[in-house]
């Protein structure tokens, strides 16, 4: 196997991340095992509207105020809010606490 | 007397509760019309009901999840239904001679019409979806619909200058809820909140009452329109779930049966339950929902806790009003396990507190006045003896 074909790792997400996850979706404890930066908040997760709400909420709640979810999405059209990642709720948090 | 046109679009939550609103503004002497989809219509409004059809065509399932769903609901039926429907509207208006229309949000070519014409027109809002503007937090999606709705707009050749959000009538705005659920901000006069209007579903007359078992509590199962393989998933883990619930829980499921599993022997299950009739005999505890408007009203009425499951739209909005009025649980209806769903439907029925509070919320959107306060700001709509503005109709 050559560098191209070997898979590119995918970096887990941060623990404290999916437990926020986890707890805005009300997810069975299985649920957060199937959560990588790639999953889609809206598609592949499912998270409505209330929840993604309380998602936001739960981010300031551990991370401080300048963790926005709701800003970020409030500056995104339909085809970004479709496209929004995990990965992308993750660039918002400390440096530190991303791991 | 006047002459109401009702533009609603051909589905059964929506056009419901027209029925017990039509009902009273005819028994005060005034004619009513519906136009829409005759064939999907028809069924809901019986046999002697005025429709003046706008012809059938096969548009996008309400399908999907979150903003999926919302790109199928616009995409695939606000605005092709517009586009398909405006000429035939417009027939409509010139035959009927309306004195006012009474458009529902996801019709907006009933707005244009009564625009084009000048005719007053009023806003039916039988779920929260646009009456709240949920997605206020999501000025590029709000944008995006404005930009469809303008695009209806310029399509019908009405004055750019003179464009009115075709969801929301400057003049009156029904809405079938109260702010028992919507919370206590204060709305325009021109928004009425009139709690809900009962009418009768169409139900499989043969229900089996005889199969309601003495000295269980039971809970009613009715999903809307599930279909495929997400309905059948869910529908699985729900009848798991009230069999973890215990041998005292009969379930009562409305739902199409090639989507149940094997049931147990002392559940009951027919394609459409007579839903008011249930309540009204008091024979339910509690009601296992998607959280759509007009269950959640009927349930709330009836003083029924309610365990929501939100799928699309509005739903998920109802659910958390819900909640938050101390009325019921909301569960996540992609990944609640049945053991969670037991637990939540456990609770609604064995804590008392969820029971009271959905008999003072349902005495709150009782209070809203229902047919009669509705039928009164849409009788306000027209100034009797006014000369109409446009002649012709």
């Not at chain 2, 009927?96 to 084009?116: E, K, M, S």
């Not at chain 2, 619930?245 to 090639?258: N, S, T």
């Not at chain 2, 007579?274 to 007009?294: I, K």
Request: charged share 20%; net charge negative.
């Amino acid at each position: 196997m050559n560098d191209r074909e070997r898979p590119v790792p995918v970096p887990p997400v941060s623990p404290a991340l999916v437990a926020l996850l986890a707890e805005a979706a009300q997810a069975p404890p299985d649920w957060a095992a199937g959560v990588t930066g790639q999953s889609r908040l809206d598609g592949d997760l499912l998270l409505d509207e209330t929840e993604l709400a309380a998602l936001h909420e739960g981010l300031r709640r551990s991370f401080g105020p300048s963790v926005d979810l709701a800003a970020l999405r409030a500056g995104l059209d339909l085809d970004a809010l479709e496209a929004l990642t995990v990965a992308d709720v993750e660039r918002l948090l400390p440096a530190e606490d991303t791991r | 007397m006047s002459r109401f046109l009702l533009v609603v679009p051909p589905l059964t939550g929506h056009v419901n509760p027209t029925v017990g609103l039509a009902r009273e503004l005819v028994a005060r002497g005034h004619e009513v019309a519906w136009t829409g989809t005759e064939t999907a219509l028809r069924p809901l409004l019986g046999p002697d009901a005025t429709v003046f059809g706008t012809g059938t065509r096969a548009f996008r399932a309400q399908g999907g999840h979150g903003l999926a769903a919302v790109r199928s609901l616009w995409e695939g039926f606000i605005v092709p239904y517009a586009r398909f429907t405006t000429k035939a509207l417009d027939a409509a208006v010139r035959e009927f001679r309306p004195d006012a229309l009474l458009v529902d949000q996801h019709t907006p070519a009933g707005a244009l019409v009564a625009h084009r014409h000048r005719l007053p027109w009023g806003t039916l809002a039988p779920g929260a979806m646009e009456l709240g503007r949920p997605f206020r937090e999501l000025p590029l999606l709000e944008e995006w619909m404005t930009g469809l709705l303008l695009g209806l707009w310029r399509r019908a050749k009405l004055p750019e200058e003179e464009y009115v959000d075709p969801r929301f009538s400057p003049a009156l705005v029904l809405a079938f809820t109260g702010p028992a659920l919507t919370g206590p901000e204060p709305v325009p006069a021109h928004h009425a909140a009139v709690g809900p209007v009962l009418t009768d579903r169409p139900a499989d007359p043969e229900f089996p009452w005889e199969r309601l078992l003495p000295g269980r509590r039971r809970v009613l199962v009715t999903m809307g329109t599930l279909s495929g393989e997400l309905g059948a998933d869910f529908l699985a883990r729900a009848v798991r779930a009230l069999e973890l619930c215990g041998p005292d829980v009969q379930p009562v499921f409305a739902a199409p049966g090639e989507l149940l599993p094997e049931l147990p022997g002392h559940a009951v299950a027919v394609d459409r339950a007579p839903v008011l009739e249930l309540m009204r005999r008091g024979v339910l505890d509690a009601v296992l929902c998607h959280g759509g408007m007009n269950t959640v009203g009927e349930a709330l009425v009836h003083g029924l806790p309610l365990v929501t499951a939100p799928i699309r739209h509005d739903q998920p909005f109802v659910a958390a009003q819900v909640a938050a009025a101390g009325a019921g649980l909301r569960v996540p209806f992609a990944r609640v396990t049945p053991d969670h769903l037991a637990a939540a439907l456990r609770s609604v029925l064995d804590e008392p507190g969820y029971r009271s509070a959905a008999a003072r919320v349902g005495a709150e959107l009782l209070a809203g006045g229902g047919a009669a306060a509705a039928a009164d700001r849409v009788e306000a709509l027209v100034t009797p003896g006014a000369p109409r503005a446009n002649p012709l109709v």
